[in-house]
């Protein structure tokens, strides 16, 4: 008897073909998805600590500051000192960082409708809500603010099932 693919591995392949095409339209801006993604997360809080941007993308603090020294060379963030933590690294966006962010956002807008292309608005939206459900569950127990970006759907939720 045939048994229907997990949903964990349709995920995972789903990421990796995302992935693909990520790369495929970032690559003559000079950005990594990682880059990318890790931008797209400063963007959504203005200010970040070096560190709970490793956590966020499960890299180590080294690699996170090797992957922030390279950006900060390019002009696209800046890093200073906590006030509260000296100790503490905190990165922001540029202007210049805004600008390739910017690029990089217009590059999603042209593949994404490709990858949902015969998925209708409502299910578009069931999706999002379910995968960041998902994402809830499966980061619930993480310290620090590992996945848990900004939910674009929190005015659907206030008026939902949450």
Not at 33 to 60: D, F, N, P, W
Not at 82 to 110: A, F, P, W
């Amino acid at each position: 008897m045939h048994r229907p693919a997990r949903t964990f591995y349709l995920i995972n392949r789903v990421n990796a073909a995302v992935n693909v095409q990520m790369e495929r339209v970032l690559k003559p801006l000079d950005i990594t998805v990682t880059q990318y993604t890790c931008m797209s997360r400063i963007k959504g809080h203005e200010v970040m600590s070096s560190a709970k941007l490793a956590r966020a993308h499960r890299v180590s603090p080294q690699t996170m500051y090797e992957m922030i020294t390279n950006l900060e060379k390019r002009g696209f963030l800046t890093r200073e000192k906590g006030r509260e933590n000296k100790k503490q690294l905190l990165v922001s966006l540029t202007r210049q960082g805004h600008k390739i962010l910017d690029l990089c956002d217009r590059k999603m807008d042209e593949i994404e409708p490709l990858a949902f292309a015969g998925i209708n608005t409502a299910h578009h939206a069931l999706l999002r809500e379910l995968l960041q459900t998902v994402l809830e569950n499966t980061t619930r127990d993480e310290q620090g603010e590992a996945a848990n970006d900004s939910d674009p759907l929190l005015p659907m939720r206030a008026g939902g099932r949450k």
